[in-house]
């Protein structure tokens, strides 16, 4: 922080006065802003995602890294970006390279890392590194600016960990994501080696479904997204004709419609498990979504993050079998987080664990869950 002072003598006794520098702008709403003058570097580094997972392989493992750049320089400059990784891991491209013609400016570059071994649990830190005008750049921040309070910076390192992870999932997996809010699975998914196709209004509307091996419902889809509610009776023709619909946790709109084969509840205020660390117990070990492709044990619970998941059915029908249960210190037993029903030839699964808070954590264990989960449909 910048500080000017300023130091004054009046009738022989001295007054210091010292404020931070400021800056002015002006705001076509609310007039002439004054904020503190911050220094930044000149260049900003940030990867994504910052915490994830690498699969264990014996034929070598890859994944994906994103490096976003931006400049605060009030001229044209270049930049290099590259990638410090673990012995024995490449990138591709080795380098790239980056021409900014403003302040403010950001460009990006993509990165596909290769390891030739890869141990399960354990950590590899991967980092990013931009080079302009003969300085390296190894962090970024992240501006937080709310009307009415100062500014503020949060840095990080321009790192990502990955841990490594043994789990499978079938080659050739065709998947459609139907967007929730706050959603980022499908980054999840993509790491996984799953491209999802996020699903139109359009789609759900005309499209054909059945080429999809598995349908993943984001978060809140039924509280943001009109369309599956207009269109859900196609997802339920998708399931009885053979396909695996996943539907992530939901809220109160779900209960608007039977977006379920058969009749469940959320009700007014469904159930939650807060602590993240509250034992799990899997009730049908041999179904096979904790067998195929890979077998999901009490372990793949462990390092969870916040939360093990909220908006838990509180009545369903026979039809559907609870899976799980878990619950807090006083609260009785918890079955309507993962609850599953066969509806014709298909699949249809309910999951309200925060696998959304897990995945972006790199936590291992929500991983194998996911791959579980979206492999039920593979032909």
């Not at 100062?150 to 050739?172: I, K």
């Not at 809140?220 to 396909?243: I, Q």
């Amino acid at each position: 922080e910048i500080e000017g002072t300023v130091s004054y003598r009046i009738s022989g006794v001295r007054f210091t006065v010292a404020a931070p520098a400021q800056t002015v702008s002006n705001d076509s709403a609310a007039g002439e802003q004054r904020h503190v003058l911050a220094v930044a570097p000149a260049i900003s580094v940030q990867v994504t995602p910052r915490m994830n997972v690498i699969p264990v392989s014996r034929r070598g493992s890859s994944t994906s890294v994103h490096v976003q750049v931006m400049s605060n320089f009030k001229h044209d400059a270049e930049a290099t970006i590259r990638l410090e990784l673990p012995q024995g891991w490449s990138a591709a491209p080795e380098e790239v390279a980056v021409h900014f013609s403003h302040e403010g400016e950001i460009q990006s570059a993509e990165f596909r890392l290769t390891a030739p071994r890869v141990a399960a649990g354990r950590k590899y830190v991967v980092q990013a590194v931009a080079e302009s005008a003969g300085k390296k750049y190894r962090e970024g921040y992240q501006l937080i600016a709310r009307r009415g309070l100062e500014t503020r910076f949060l840095y990080r390192p321009a790192s990502a960990t990955l841990t490594g992870v043994n789990l499978r999932v079938p080659a050739g997996l065709k998947l459609g994501y139907i967007m929730g809010a706050g959603d980022s699975v499908p980054d999840a998914l993509e790491q996984l080696g799953v491209k999802p196709q996020m699903l139109s209004a359009a789609d759900l509307a005309n499209g054909n479904l059945s080429q999809f091996d598995t349908i993943v419902v984001g978060i809140r889809a039924s509280a943001v997204r009109a369309d599956y509610k207009t269109y859900n009776s196609r997802l339920m023709d998708y399931v009885k004709n053979g396909g695996n619909l996943v539907v992530q946790q939901q809220t109160s709109e779900f209960d608007a419609i039977p977006y379920g084969p058969f009749p469940f509840q959320l009700g007014r205020r469904p159930e939650e498990v807060v602590e993240e660390d509250a034992r799990v117990t899997i009730l049908d070990s041999m179904n096979p979504l904790f067998t195929t492709p890979n077998a999901i044990v009490a372990t793949d619970f462990d390092g969870w993050v916040q939360e093990r998941g909220s908006s838990f059915l509180t009545a369903w029908d026979l039809q559907y079998k609870p899976l799980l249960e878990s619950h807090d210190r006083d609260q009785e037993p918890q079955r309507g987080g993962l609850v599953q029903a066969k509806f014709g030839k298909g699949t249809f699964t309910y999951v309200a664990y925060a696998l959304y808070r897990q995945l972006p954590a790199g936590v291992p264990g929500a991983y194998r869950l996911l791959a579980n989960l979206i492999s039920l449909g593979k032909k």
